[in-house]
């Protein structure tokens, strides 16, 4: 199994944020993570890359254990996490956030070549390789933040409501991106309040609520106004 | 802009070259006390300017470091030339130990330990009489064994050697903020949460950081016991901790020429208002809120505006 989630129980301080999740997720595939505010989808993303520690349970990755291993470990593993808000080294240009994002890497022509690719991928990110990030717009920025995850060679991607604050025309961007990286190989683990935009890329969804997987399902099995009942109403 | 810094650079040091030949005692004794704080807000600079933790004990590295240096050349005999080396791996070390536990608290909570930390360092100093000689100080300390045939009791040798260390302490901290590690210490600062999930270790490298900006306190530590020759606690108090912060913040953190020019601008400042030394930390204390209020960038801030950039 690629990444395997087992009874996991996370807390913060008596908080009880994760009461047992179990999930399995399966190599190339776009699974989407749904939930209510304070469902608990961006603790398992940080405990699954190791920013917050579980009381109990186990996650492994490619049948490696991985929970207690240190974030810039798990790094080296494969597994990247964009995290929520947008961020990236605003006072760095566009190129100096790039080679930071391949700073677990060794192979300088290796990342140059890569730094490359990206600037191609993305020609936004080419043309303004040396302005400050901090100056780029919304788009330009979240564009930067997966190229910045995509810098440190990750066979999985963790994105954390990448489309936040976004025009409904940049989301589309966002999602053909997503799909782009997933059609060459790379799977996704999204959280996304945007259901259109989650629903239309996914293989697989998972409705988190109270602290546990209350549903799984294929992205195509239900409608969208089901999936928000799930989530809203419970499932 | 690089050519001029450049420029700007080399004068610098030919004045201070030439200083001891032009200047009266006086001067050359405010300039050596001018070049030990740059040290300071120098190695400060790498921690808080640079890596982004705020620390306020900075003068305790200092400290530790003098009373490291005087001790080991007053009861082992030992000659400045290898306490100077060991008093700076030492205070690394301390720091080290220190760092690791302390740096695990976050934000404001980091800046209170590093205070409470320094003031303990001070009362440490003041009360083990028979390590320190306590409230009546540390005497006898020797200057630097002559060698080459220069004589290090003299000021002008003395003015020379910390000269010497202090162009050797900065070419090495500004050879490391430009390295790997030290684009890497930016990015702690920037977004520590960016930084660990792109695979940096966060907690390495800000020990790190403290660690080596302590040990080069430590070492500008004995440059002075050793030149003054007579050591109290209070010249390492908190409040010469906060003077750090203030000339870091003067000439603008994480940028290391800042600090350094702040350094010498606040050293001299506080000796023209000498003759009313209640009066030193109240002006001292303004031109700190000043330099917030309207500059938080310090003089560099300043000097980047004129020069149109940012």
């Excluded at chain 1, 990342?111 to 690719?117: Q, S, W």
């Excluded at chain 2, 000498?274 to 960038?297: C, D, H, T």
Aim: net charge positive; with cysteine; aromatic share 10%.
């Amino acid at each position: 199994m690629f990444l395997s989630i087992t009874d996991l129980f996370v807390n913060y301080g008596k908080l009880e944020v994760l009461k047992g999740v179990s999930m399995e997720i399966e190599e190339g595939e776009i699974s989407l993570l749904l939930g209510a505010n304070g469902s608990g989808k961006s603790t398992l993303l940080k405990t699954i890359t190791g920013l917050n520690r579980p009381i109990s349970g186990s996650i492994r990755f490619q049948e490696t254990k991985i929970n207690g291993m240190a974030s810039y470990d798990i790094l080296r593993l494969g597994i990247a996490h964009i995290l929520e808000g947008r961020k990236i080294f605003p006072l760095m240009t566009v190129l100096e956030n790039l080679e930071l994002g391949a700073y677990s890497r060794k192979n300088k022509r290796e990342i140059a070549r890569d730094i490359e690719a990206m600037c191609e991928r993305f020609p936004i990110l080419g043309q303004k390789r040396k302005e400050q990030s901090g100056n780029l717009s919304g788009g330009e920025q979240q564009t930067l933040v997966i190229a910045l995850a995509l810098m440190t060679k990750a066979k999985l991607l963790l994105m954390d409501e990448p489309s936040q604050g976004l025009s409904p025309l940049l989301v589309n961007e966002i999602a053909n991106t997503i799909t782009g990286l997933n059609r060459d190989g790379l799977s996704i683990v999204l959280v996304e309040h945007n259901l259109r935009l989650g629903l239309s890329i996914a293989d697989k969804v998972y409705v988190l609520e109270n602290g546990k997987i209350a549903f799984e399902a294929n992205s195509t099995d239900l409608s969208g106004v089901e999936y928000a009942q799930k989530i809203y109403l419970g499932g | 802009m690089f050519g001029a810094s450049r420029v700007a650079i080399a004068v610098s040091i030919i004045i201070l070259i030439l200083i001891p030949q032009l200047a009266s005692n006086y001067v050359i004794y405010v300039v050596i006390l001018a070049m030990l704080y740059a040290i300071l807000t120098a190695s400060y600079d790498l921690l808080t300017g640079y890596t982004g933790p705020l620390s306020f004990c900075h003068a305790a590295f200092y400290g530790l470091g003098a009373y490291t240096s005087a001790i080991l050349t007053l009861r082992t005999g030992m000659s400045f030339w290898l306490a100077f080396p060991i008093t700076g791996v030492w205070v690394f070390l301390f720091a080290a130990a220190v760092g690791y536990p302390a740096l695990k608290i976050r934000g404001h909570y980091f800046a209170v330990t590093t205070f409470f930390f320094g003031h303990f360092v001070y009362l440490f100093l003041l009360n083990s009489r028979k390590l320190t000689n306590g409230p009546l100080g540390l005497r006898g300390i020797r200057p630097p064994d002559s060698i080459l045939g220069i004589d290090f009791s003299s000021l002008n040798a003395s003015y020379y050697l910390v000269l010497f260390f202090g162009v050797l302490i900065v070419v090495f901290l500004h050879l490391f903020v430009k390295s790997r590690i030290g684009r890497a210490l930016v990015s702690i600062r920037e977004n520590e949460d960016l930084a660990e999930s792109i695979g940096i270790n966060t907690s390495f490298y800000k020990v790190l950081a403290f660690s080596i900006s302590a040990g080069l306190a430590g070492m500008a530590g004995s440059l002075f016991a050793h030149f003054f020759r007579l050591l109290h606690p209070s010249t390492f108090a908190w409040m010469i901790s906060e003077m750090i912060v203030i000339m870091a913040l003067v000439g603008g953190l994480g940028t290391l020429i800042g600090p350094i020019i702040g350094a010498g601008l606040v050293t001299f400042f506080l000796e023209l208002v000498r003759p009313a030394p209640e009066l030193r930390f109240i002006l001292l204390s303004i031109m700190l809120i000043l330099v917030l209020l309207f500059e938080p960038k310090g003089l560099m801030g300043i000097f980047w505006r004129i020069r149109g950039e940012k």
